[in-house]
Every structure is written in structure tokens, then in C-alpha cells.
């Protein structure tokens, strides 16, 4: 489920949440294996706007069998039936939402982007994944750190004992190279939903991960 992982929200569709259900359908009939709802940065909806929008893109994975995670929101999470978290170094304590997500039934994905921080993921057996990046420069997200680069990515793939998923301004020309590293996966918000032939670009991007893994 790791693969081919699109992340997004209204804020990476111009604001436009029926072109986010849109652009995520499209997605969902073309091979992705997993959704995060990441309604975050500039432009996103806030309040009810945000969880009736989480209500919808929850019904579409269900329809298409996809497992629908939430980033950094326990309790969005909850109401909406999501099957994973994502949480970030700078979100709510991991210790804390390990303990809540196992009792919710949520699986944790959390973010690693230095080697000090992998060591740390390394002693939490309740981790499903790490995610790592960007591995290039993104342009959807405003306070990414540093770009990691392959050989970045590559040695934190090899001290990880979680799988690791790939994620920052990966691209159809960048993606072979990122599938040498050993990732279980790979995420993309902007090479998806900023495509314009958004199932094109969906099946070349999960076909990678077919091929490459
Ligand atoms: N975390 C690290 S980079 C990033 C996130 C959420 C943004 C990835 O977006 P893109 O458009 O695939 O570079
Ligand atoms: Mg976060």
C-alpha cells in the first residue's frame, strides 16, 4: 500500500475542493495504493469545510478499496473512519499518538528526514512507515527542510528497520532514480494533482512502482 501514495488537499488544486475529488478519483482509478487527506498550508479549508471535505475523499477510498490516511489529526482521523496517521517531528508528541492511534485502531506513518531521527523511529515498534524528505527541492510545501538527494535518502533507507516511503518533488524523470534506494514507496502531491492528464501521469507513476520494486 506504500507504492504509489498520493498525499493532497484543496490547497494543491487551487483551492478547489471538487477538483481535489476530481483529480483524486482519477487517481484511484489509475493505480494508487494509498491517500493521505492533508487539508495544511496556505489556502486550506479550516472547521467544518475541512471535515466535509474529509467526509467525501474517505467515501471515494472506501468505494475504490484504498486505504485513506490523515495527516497529523487524531481526532479528524477518527471521525472520519481513516485506517492511518501521518504525523510529522514538528506535530503532536509520537509517544502520545502511538498510544492513541493503537487504541483508535489507526496505523502510524511518522517523518524522518536526519538520521537521529530514523534512530529514534528505530526503537517505536508501532511504526508502519517512515516517511522521508523532500529528496528534492517541493513546491508544495512551504517549511520543507532541505532537500535530502538520493545518497540523503539511500542511507536512511539502509539504518531504517520501518519501511520508508519517498517523498518531495519526486517526478517522472527522478523517479527511477529514487526506486534504487530501497524504498517500500513512494509520495507525490504536485506530479499527480497538478498533472494535466492526471490518469496518464497516475499509471506511469504507479507503474514505476510495479517495475522498480
Ligand atoms: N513532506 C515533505 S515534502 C512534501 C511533504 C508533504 C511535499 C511533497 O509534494 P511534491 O509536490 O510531491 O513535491
Ligand atoms: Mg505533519
Known amino acids: 500500500m506504500l507504492k504509489a501514495y498520493l498525499v493532497g488537499g484543496s490547497q494543491d488544486t487551487q ?16 493505480g494508487i495504493t494509498m491517500f493521505q487527506y492533508r ?12 471535515v466535509q471535505l474529509g467526509h467525501r475523499l474517505r467515501a471515494l477510498c472506501r468505494q475504490y478499496d ?4 490523515v ?11 481513516a485506517d492511518g496517521i501521518h504525523v510529522g517531528q514538528r506535530d503532536q508528541g509520537i509517544e502520545a499518538v502511538l498510544t492513541a492511534a493503537q487504541a483508535a485502531g489507526l496505523f502510524v506513518g511518522y517523518s524522518c528526514a536526519t538520521a537521529a531521527q530514523v534512530a529514534r523511529a528505530n526503537q517505536l515498534a508501532g511504526v508502519a512507515y517512515v516517511g522521508s524528505g523532500p529528496v528534492f527541492p517541493t513546491i508544495s510545501k ?11 535518502l539511500a542511507a536512511l533507507v539502509a539504518q ?20 534504487t534506494t530501497g524504498v517500500a514507496g513512494t509520495a507525490v502531491i504536485s ?4 498533472a494535466h492528464d492526471v490518469a496518464k501521469v497516475t499509471r506511469q507513476f504507479a507503474n514505476y512502482a510495479k517495475i522498480k520494486s
Do not use: M, Y
Not at 484504498?66 to 490516511?69: K, S
Not at 512551504?142 to 545518497?151: E, K, T
Not at 506530479?191 to 497538478?194: T, Y
Open 66 to 69: 484504498c486505504p485513506f490516511v
Open 191 to 194: 506530479l499527480v494533482l497538478g
Open 160 to 179: 531504517s528497520r520501518h519501511p520508508v516511503v519517498a517523498i518531495g518533488g519526486l517526478n517522472a524523470t527522478n523517479l527511477a532514480t529514487v526506486w
Open 39 to 50: 487539508e495544511k498550508g496556505p489556502g486550506a479549508l479550516t472547521g467544518a469545510a475541512r
Open 71 to 81: 495527516d497529523d489529526d487524531l481526532a479528524l482521523a477518527s471521525e472520519l473512519g
Open 15 to 30: 483551492g478547489r475542493p471538487d477538483q481535489l475529488l476530481a483529480k483524486v478519483e482519477l487517481a484511484l482509478q489509475n
Open 142 to 152: 512551504a517549511d520543507a527542510d532541505p532537500a535530502l538527494g538520493v545518497a540523503g
